[in-house]
């Protein structure tokens, strides 16, 4: 009698495919050195495979980000439209509810939110033609800042700070920029 092949252990739906989570980290690799097409690349390649790829998701979208910064006024309308795509789908496949504060492993989709709301704050300021299209986008920065934890960095929200100060600028609400960076302003009075 034949001995059977012992059976294939099958992967489970919520269990990293090894050959997917290889390319991602290939991809945050080329991000690291400031290959950023190369990166979005890898990054797109992850998401045709796991299109709900929480590391892809978020570096797609900050390498698109990064890399239409120098597209015309057209291409770049068409990169943020993109980038924006990638932050909602960030932002649904990472409930806030389901995430614990005091949980190490939610620091980084709680960091993937920030990210996703703080662009959605940040293109809505660029594409701002009323006071109330900057009130719009100061409700976005303040949901991304709201999304904090004891166990984030202490500069975890510092950029996103800025865009809030960016916000409150446009919106004519210069006291309540400074008073979010009164750091600044005593660097400014040593100088």
């Known amino acids: 009698m034949a001995k059977k092949a012992p059976a294939k252990k ?35 390649k992850v998401l045709s495979v796991d299109p709900k790829h929480l590391y892809a ?35 649904l496949r990472t409930p806030e509810a389901s995430l614990d504060p005091d949980k190490k492993e939610h620091v980084f989709p709680r960091e993937t939110l920030r990210f996703a ?26 949901h991304c800042l709201s999304l904090t934890s004891p166990l984030d960095p202490k500069n975890a929200l510092a950029n ?4 809030k100060v960016r916000i409150l600028l446009r919106i004519g609400r210069k006291d309540d920029a400074l008073a979010l960076k009164p750091e600044r302003k005593s660097r400014r009075s040593l100088g």
Request: include cysteine; proline fraction near 2%.
């Open 160 to 163: 996103y700070i800025d865009t």
């Open 57 to 91: 998701l978020y570096g797609a979208a900050h390498c698109k980000s990064l890399l239409m910064e120098h597209l015309s006024t057209g291409e770049r309308d068409a990169a943020i439209d993109g980038v924006l795509a990638l932050c909602h789908r960030l932002i």
């Open 117 to 142: 709301w703080d662009k959605i704050a940040s293109y809505a300021l660029d594409r701002a033609k009323t006071k109330r299209d900057l009130e719009v986008a100061l409700g976005h920065i303040d």
């Open 10 to 44: 099958k992967r489970a739906d919520s269990d990293p495919n090894p050959k997917v989570e290889l390319v991602a980290r290939r991809g945050s690799e080329l991000a690291a050195k400031g290959d950023y097409s190369n990166a979005l690349a890898h990054f797109e």
